[in-house]
């Protein structure tokens, strides 16, 4: 089936929608096969193909060739076959070109839903690409609605998805037209027409890709973000690490007078981020994740229960374990060592009634 005037307002189409050829053709081809299926009892026997090189469609019927005929839409007799392909023999499958005519005739009754579909097709497509991209990366979106148990409706491309309670900041506040960057945690339903992300405030991975878009050291690879302990709205910790021996890793993500640092906290809220360097000695690794607390010394245990030993005065204790724990804990998860804290004093007066913090990852 030749047709200019066809391709043409196909790639005119394409490029008012934003949508690439290969999935407008691919969506147009699936809905003329669901129309043509009509006259078939909606078997799948129909197929097409769209080349666009030499403006062709073909829509062909798939039928095999049998001794005795059981489905006269699927079976050919060898004497029907013979005319098709000459020497046809039972069990071969037979490729059936329908004629212009007839593609014309189911077109012209069902053209507008098939172009309709055939264009929902591949708008589905292209959110399915564009999703897939999206995955385990910020993205910025409008704010719709707010509902009554506080989940915020937003909108992502032309999906709208949920940013549940439980995944924004403790005290954030939103209103219908806020942009707000969220962390697309997953994405489910890829197969689906209209696939789901699951979006996020409070993931560590927000921090993780906030220091990518404002540190250009990270974005560019010569500083690595290792890992992130986050207690959203309240504190962060960054642990990062540099290949490079002229590369301050810390300096690199803190910025001159802080700038870098404090346009990641405006962005999250007023967060705390403590940014430590990171090490393959353990020991290295959690005195420098208790900061800002001065530690003495770090004993790694030798048995299997990953846990380091902390010494710290008498004076930093209350700093080292944070309030309600805090500091302690996200040094915790962010080593993911066990960490049990002591002061000098309880140290050298064993006798004396301790004080002291075991903190778990």
Not at 125 to 145: A, N
Not at 262 to 273: A, Q, T, Y
Request: with cysteine.
């Amino acid at each position: 089936m030749n047709n200019g005037e066809f391709f043409e307002a196909l790639r005119l189409l394409g490029k008012e929608k934003g949508i690439q050829m290969d999935a407008l053709y691919e969506g147009i081809q699936r809905a003329i096969v669901t129309a043509v299926k009509g006259d078939y009892a909606n078997k799948d026997i129909v197929f097409c193909e769209i080349l666009p090189d030499t403006q062709e469609m073909k829509v062909f019927v798939r039928k095999t060739v049998v001794s005795e005929i059981a489905d006269p839409d699927a079976d050919l007799l060898p004497e029907q076959a013979e005319h098709l392909k000459p020497g046809a023999q039972v069990g071969d499958i037979i490729e059936i070109e329908l004629d212009t005519k007839e593609v014309s005739r189911i077109a012209a009754e069902k053209g507008k839903h098939v172009l309709r579909q055939g264009i929902r097709e591949a708008e589905h497509g292209k959110l399915r690409s564009e999703f897939q991209s999206r995955e385990q990366e910020i993205v910025t979106v409008k704010v719709q609605r707010v509902e009554p148990n506080g989940d915020a409706v937003v909108e992502i491309g032309k999906v709208e998805e949920t940013l549940p309670a439980a995944e924004q900041v403790p005290g954030e506040r939103f209103q219908p037209g806020d942009l707000i960057k969220v962390y697309v945690v997953d994405i489910k339903g890829l197969d689906r027409k209209y696939p789901h992300a699951t979006i996020s405030r409070v993931h560590p991975g927000l921090v993780k890709r906030l220091f990518e878009l404002e540190v250009p050291e990270v974005r560019e690879g010569l500083v690595e973000v290792k890992a992130v302990a986050r207690e959203a709205g309240s504190r962060s910790k960054v642990a990062v690490v540099s290949s490079e021996e002229n590369i301050d890793p810390v300096g690199a993500c803190i910025g001159s007078r802080g700038s870098r640092v404090e346009r990641i906290v405006d962005m999250l809220g007023g967060e705390k981020i403590d940014v430590i360097k990171y090490s393959e000695d353990p020991a290295e690794f959690v005195a420098a994740a208790l900061a800002p607390a001065e530690v003495l010394s770090v004993d790694v245990a030798e048995n299997d229960e990953h846990t380091c030993h902390v010494v710290v005065p008498e004076a930093k204790l209350s700093l080292a374990i944070g309030n309600k724990g805090q500091n302690a804990r996200l040094a915790a998860r962010l080593t993911t060592w066990k960490i049990d804290i002591k002061s000098d004093t309880a140290v050298t007066a064993p006798d004396a009634e301790e004080e002291t913090q075991e903190t778990e990852a």
